[in-house]
C-alpha cells in the first residue's frame, strides 16, 4: 500500500519554525520527485517546494524563497521540508506528493501519482 505520512505541523508564533517530514512507504521512493503543496482555508492549493528524483534541483515558491528548505533522505525514504520566519499567511494543510518522473513545472502541477492527507501548520501573529 502506497502512504505517504506528513508530520511536524503545529501551531506557531510569527517569526518562529517547523519542520516537517514525509515518510513515504510502498513505493520506490528514489525514483520519485517530491513536491510539497499547502492549501489555506478559502484558498486554492498552491505549490511549495519540489526536489527532483536525484536531489539536485530544488524549487521554491516566491512567497517562501530563503526561508523554506526542501530535503530528502533516500535512505530514511523521507523528505523533509524546514520553515524559518514563518509568517501568518503561512497558515495552511501542508501535503506532500511523489510523482514518478521529475516535472519541470512541478509547482503548478498537481497530478502528482499519490498524495499524503497532510498536515496542520498554523502561525499566529
Known amino acids: 500500500e502506497v502512504q505517504l505520512v506528513e508530520s511536524g505541523g503545529g501551531s506557531v508564533q510569527a517569526g518562529g519554525s517547523l519542520k516537517l517530514s514525509c515518510a513515504a512507504s510502498g513505493f520506490t521512493f528514489d525514483d520519485h520527485a517530491i513536491g510539497w503543496y499547502r492549501q489555506a482555508p478559502g484558498k486554492e492549493r498552491e505549490g511549495v517546494s519540489c526536489?527532483?528524483?536525484?536531489?539536485?534541483?530544488?524549487y521554491y515558491a516566491d512567497s517562501v524563497k530563503g526561508r523554506f528548505t526542501i530535503s530528502r533522505d533516500n535512505a530514511k525514504n523521507t523528505v523533509y521540508l524546514q520553515m524559518t520566519s514563518l509568517k501568518p499567511e503561512d497558515t495552511a494543510v501542508y501535503y506532500c506528493a511523489a510523482n514518478e518522473a521529475d516535472v519541470p513545472r512541478c509547482l503548478d502541477y498537481y497530478g502528482m501519482d499519490y498524495w499524503g492527507k497532510g498536515t496542520l501548520v498554523t502561525v499566529s501573529s
Open positions: 526536489i527532483a528524483i536525484s536531489g539536485g534541483k530544488t
